[in-house]
C-alpha cells in the first residue's frame, strides 16, 4: 500500500510542476509585461544578492522582485478568465482586470519602496 501511496504522490508532483512550468510559459509568451518583468528580474535578483548586508535584507530585496511576478502571474490568469467568459463589455470584467493591474502596480511600488528603504537609508 505504501509503494501505491508513494506512486501517486509523485506523479501528482511531477504533474503539479508540469502544469506549473506550462503556466509561466504560456504567460511568457502572452504577457508582454511578464517578459519585462522576467528582464527586470534577471537583473534585481543578482542585485540584491550582492547589495543585501544580510540574510534578511537579500530575502527582503529578493522576494519583493519575485512578489511581483507572482501577482503577475495572477493578473494574467484573471485577465484569461475574464477574456474567456466576458465576450461583451461589462461592468465587472472591467473592474476584475483593473484591480488586477492595480495588484501589479502596488507590487511595483512594493519593490521601490523595500529597495528605497533598505539602500539608502
Do not use: C, Y
Not at 528582464?39 to 530575502?59: D, K, N, V, Y
Not at 493578473?75 to 495588484?103: C, T
Amino acid at each position: 500500500m505504501a509503494k501505491h501511496t508513494s506512486s501517486v504522490f509523485q506523479r501528482r508532483v511531477v504533474n503539479s510542476f508540469r502544469f506549473s512550468l506550462q503556466g509561466l510559459q504560456a504567460t511568457f509568451r502572452e504577457e508582454e509585461a511578464f517578459r519585462v518583468e522576467i528582464i527586470l528580474a534577471a537583473m534585481l535578483i543578482p542585485l540584491g544578492l550582492f547589495l543585501g548586508e544580510s540574510g534578511t535584507e537579500r530575502a527582503l530585496l529578493i522576494g519583493s522582485v519575485f512578489l511581483v511576478l507572482i501577482v503577475e502571474v495572477l493578473n494574467s490568469a484573471i485577465e484569461s478568465v475574464v477574456d474567456r467568459f466576458g465576450g461583451e463589455q461589462h461592468d465587472l470584467s472591467g473592474r476584475a482586470k483593473d484591480q488586477g493591474s492595480a495588484a501589479v502596480f502596488l507590487s511595483l511600488m512594493l519593490v521601490v519602496s523595500v529597495w528605497a528603504l533598505l539602500l539608502l537609508f
